[in-house]
């Protein structure tokens, strides 16, 4: 019998799982991702073109897309090639569906025509600010649905002048609408009659409704924030693509508040 004692059973495991072949190989992961074909993505590995988690990659390696960072020459490398994700600013007076039966500008008129994309969500036609359009159902799903209470915070103009703090009060602990109460939101009143409202529900006219309720009608509304997103340096009637991180943040169920790292645009140079 040898003196070398065996090592731990554990670590016999975790050498044997290491061991196992996991995730996807790397060059179908490129390839799917818009980086050509699987003969090209291996010769882009071989060159050393590839890094996995800050490692220059060999042939063969596997990865998790959830896990690792895989860039290559350095970039981040994106989600799907075939799906695009914009944040567009949308300006008053546009309809928030793809064909407005009245021939009144819609929301899809402002970003480029193929693919076609689907608004996430919805603002009233004089609302202004951000909004999602994707031709990622899944995606757009998961972020509309309200059990993900993914934040949205909104600035509004009201009439009437400053809120009082019993006003303010029925605003975050909830106002009774036709529909039922609503869900506790933030409130501020940045300068008098001026609130920053943010909500995780989506209700028809919602913010629009719970300022009527406290008697200070709506007269402009601008959403400036939708969970992790806020964007200041986007024009109305202008659109940019998402960056991964806010993809994957959205994707995670980030409500938001936190300002992100910059990346860049998901859509792949092919
Ligand atoms: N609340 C509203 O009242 N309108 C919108 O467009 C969005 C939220």
Known sequence: MSDTPE??????????????????RLQKVLATRGFGSRRVCEEIIAAGRVKVNDEVAVLGRRVDVDVDRVTVDGEPIGIRPDVVYYLLNKPA???????????RP??????????????????????????????????????????????KEYL?????????????????????????????ADVSQPEPGVLRITIHEGRNRQVRRMCD????????????????????????????????????????????????DRGRPIRSKR
């Open 7 to 24: 090592p731990p059973l554990w670590e016999q495991w975790a050498e044997a799982s290491r061991a196992l072949p996991q995730g996807e």
């Open 93 to 103: 007076g546009v309809v928030t569906t793809a064909h407005d039966p009245q021939g």
């Open 106 to 151: 819609t929301i899809v008129d402002l970003v480029p025509p193929e693919p076609r994309v689907f608004p996430v969500g919805r603002l009233d036609i004089e609302t202004e600010g951000l909004i999602l359009l994707t031709n990622d159902g899944d995606f757009a799903q998961a972020i509309a649905h309200p059990s993900r209470g993914v934040e």
């Open 156 to 184: 509004a103009h009201v009439q009437n002048g400053k809120v009082s703090p019993a006003g303010l009060r029925r605003l975050r602990d909830g106002v009774e609408l036709d529909d039922g109460l609503t869900a506790p």
């Open 213 to 260: 309720a406290i008697g200070h009608p709506v007269e402009r509304l601008v959403r400036v924030r939708i969970g992790p997103i806020a964007e200041r340096d986007l024009p109305p009637g202008q659109w940019r693509e998402l960056r991964i991180d806010e993809v994957r943040a959205l994707g995670r169920g980030d409500r938001g508040g936190r300002r992100r």
